[in-house]
């Protein structure tokens, strides 16, 4: 049982357009939403994260849409250049000190 | 840099073989938790120690076992090894009781020949 399934698998985007990743669970006590870039021979490097208590939040060229009643939450990446292109995974946890259940991945190309 | 640190960063073995994977947390955090990261499975949580103590257990085999010593760096133990154990381990740390963010370390790229 997948409780948190991420599409699309692969993307391509051209350089300055805009990524977008969604990921959707099951698990309704899920708490704590993050999402991880991670580049190849690295550790998943902690990029953003939300929890149910607000819609959208944004740091910078990213912003994670949070909607609860449908239990879905995505990633946009702004203005995507070559150096955003690697591997993302969104990730659930019940918050605190709770082990993280991660989507599959998406791997993200963004082409000149 | 996440301020985790593992080691080593790979290791090459033979079926049946027994290692150990460590893993030094950030400074000040007190929880550890153990991923392995798989083509076919993704990142899968294994195991979770706090402050000494075994917090929560995932997909982990009864041939793996783990621990976290009083400094509270972790080592995870991976015994009578299998080809299918060739994977990507990564070792967590996270502080904060309420936010719940988790830095990785590099991982440990673990061959079973």
């Known amino acids: 049982q997948q409780q948190v399934k991420q599409s699309p698998q692969s993307l391509i985007v051209q350089k300055g357009g805009i990524s977008i990743i969604n990921c959707a669970y099951e698990?309704?006590?899920?708490?704590?939403f993050p999402w991880y870039q991670q580049f190849p021979g690295k550790g998943p490097a902690l990029l953003i994260a939300i929890r149910p208590d607000v819609s959208e939040k944004k740091e910078g060229r990213f912003t994670i849409s949070f909607n609860k009643s449908a239990k879905q939450f995505s990633l946009h990446i702004m203005d995507s250049q070559p150096g955003d292109s690697a591997t993302y995974f969104c990730?659930?946890?019940?918050?605190?000190?709770?082990?993280?259940?991660f989507g599959k991945g998406t791997r993200l190309s963004v082409i000149a | 840099d996440s301020g985790v640190t593992q080691t080593p960063k790979h290791l090459i073995t033979a079926t049946g073989q027994r290692v150990t994977l460590r893993c030094s947390p950030r400074s000040g955090d007190l929880s550890v938790y153990w991923y392995q990261q798989s083509l076919d499975q993704g990142l899968q949580f294994l195991i979770q120690?706090?402050?000494?103590?075994?917090?929560a257990k995932g997909n982990i085999l009864e041939r793996f076992s783990a621990q976290q010593f009083p400094d509270l760096h972790s080592e995870l133990n991976l015994s009578s090894l299998e080809l299918g154990d060739s994977a990507l381990y990564f070792c967590?740390?996270?502080?904060?009781?309420?936010?719940?963010?988790?830095?990785f370390g590099p991982g440990t790229r673990l061959t079973v020949l």
């Open positions: 698990n309704t006590a899920f708490d704590y």
């Open positions: 120690y706090y402050n000494g103590e075994e917090r």
């Open positions: 967590a740390s996270s502080r904060s009781p309420v936010l719940g963010e988790q830095f």
């Open positions: 990730a659930a946890s019940k918050g605190g000190n709770t082990p993280l259940v």
